[in-house]
């Protein structure tokens, strides 16, 4: 008997059911994921507000990006359908969003909406009104909010500024050096965008560097960026130009790590992940991963406009545990939760530290997974700032659920592939935010062993 996966949908939400076969599954075959969510979002808007035409291949379809689509569309933006296999982005010039008659809602997604703020802050004299589903809008924004304020804007919401909905006057804000007390993408993005318009120099210094995406795209569409390492901080200095450019979108690393787990856990598995994005900034999972000795090998290594980009090899593997902390919970922070899989079934126990942020993202990830494998009959215990995770595992089907969070439910749907007895994943539909198509992969993948 094959694997019985089946995606249930009800008035409100999808229920995900898996009961895999007696003799277990492998995952055999090659495969391309989404498109990386995180450049998806910025090359939409910078080439909004580049001045002539942007033309994006492999722009992810997830819903976080049709979020970003809306609100800019919103603005005056033309953008083509998202559906094309070229979306065109018609940019209006930098300063020249247009004030929305509609509040722009920026659905589940944090990263278009801690990043918009710091392009609607520095539009003088326009009036804008941001909010966002259930989830977001319990989610903290004060830390893009803070450094903006200390810049001249101009913010208004609830819980002190803090919470969304939020209401944005634009301001002419000033330039200034923030020091950061957090290693977070969001926060130096948000701040580099309000800098564009900033006379002067605008930096962003952090305890470690986070992912440089919107460096090397900024830099692309002809800002001037300068990153200093040794202090891990990046500057822009503005007011910028910017211009349309063509950009080739790699897959998401983040969306690969659920397959690179996925065969490293099931026994008699290899696949190869084909086009995946390999910045040096996000490959913390791989590092992990390697330390824990998955055989998981690198293919034709290639740059893709301004990225580097490869084909992963990964074959099952007998899994060490390890301890993981510092500087490489920032590069591998969305892929804890399937990591945190991964360890189930390594020889010993490991431990994740220094990963506070995950308390902030759409829901706590740290309780959930805890909570949530745990239904399976996981040893794992949740600590302030991470989590222990006992290997061995022999995990036991159950009613589980995502609490509406894409890397959340998608992780459990791994770890599904090795229960016995059916599980059951409620809210699975979060999997659309970044993944639109998981579970018929996941379906397609899985065959009898």
Avoid at 91 to 104: A, D, I
Avoid at 181 to 208: D, F, H, N, Y
Avoid at 290 to 314: H, S, Y
């Amino acid at each position: 008997m094959t694997a019985l996966i089946q995606l249930t949908e009800t008035v409100l939400h999808q229920t995900l059911a898996l009961q895999m076969p007696a003799g277990g599954v492998a995952l055999q075959g090659r495969l391309q994921v989404p498109g990386d969510k995180s450049i998806s979002h910025r090359s939409l808007m910078l080439g909004s507000i580049a001045q002539g035409e942007t033309r994006i291949k492999g722009l992810l379809l997830g819903e976080d990006p049709r979020s970003t689509a809306k609100c800019f569309r919103a603005m005056g933006v033309t953008l083509s359908d998202l559906e094309q296999e070229w979306v065109a982005v018609q940019g209006v010039g930098l300063g020249n969003l247009q004030e929305p008659s509609e509040v722009l809602d920026a659905g589940n997604s944090g990263t278009t909406l801690r990043l918009m703020l710091g392009l609607l802050a520095s539009h003088p004299g326009r009036f804008f009104t941001v909010t966002g589903d259930g989830s977001l809008r319990s989610r903290p924004m004060g830390r893009v909010i803070k450094p903006l304020i200390e810049m001249g804007a101009d913010i208004w919401g609830r819980q002190g500024n803090t919470l969304a909905p939020l209401a944005v006057r634009g301001q002419r804000l000033k330039s200034m050096h923030y020091r950061s007390p957090v290693a977070s993408a969001q926060v130096k993005s948000c701040i580099l965008l309000a800098g564009l318009m900033t006379e002067g120099r605008t930096t962003v210094s952090e305890p470690s560097l986070s992912r440089d995406h919107s460096e090397r795209m900024l830099r692309a569409f002809g800002a001037d960026i300068a990153v200093d390492p040794e202090t891990c901080s990046v500057a822009v200095s503005g007011p910028a130009t910017l211009t349309g450019q063509t950009i080739v979108v790699p897959g998401d690393i983040s969306s690969a790590a659920f397959w690179l787990v996925a065969a490293l856990i099931t026994p008699g598995s290899e696949l190869v992940i084909e086009n995946v994005g390999i910045n040096p900034t996000r490959t913390g999972i791989l590092d992990a991963l390697w330390q824990m000795e998955a055989d998981i090998t690198l293919e034709n290594e290639r740059e893709v406009t301004g990225e580097p980009v490869a084909d992963l090899r990964v074959r099952a593997s007998a899994l060490k545990a390890a301890t993981f902390s510092g500087d490489l919970i920032p590069r591998m922070i969305d892929e804890i939760p399937v990591l945190a899989v991964a360890a189930l079934f390594a020889q010993g126990t490991t431990v994740v530290k220094d990963a506070e942020e995950l308390r902030v993202k759409e829901c706590d990830r740290i309780t959930v997974m805890a909570q949530q494998l745990n239904r399976l009959g996981a040893q794992v215990t949740e600590q302030p700032d991470g989590l222990e995770i006992e290997g061995g595992a022999m995990l036991q089907g159950a009613e589980v659920d995502s609490y509406t969070d894409h890397r959340v439910g998608m992780s459990l749907a791994i770890a599904a592939l090795r229960t016995s007895g059916q599980t059951t994943i409620q809210r699975a539909e979060a999997a659309a935010v970044s993944y639109p198509s998981f579970v018929q992969t996941l379906a397609n993948l899985c065959q009898p062993a």
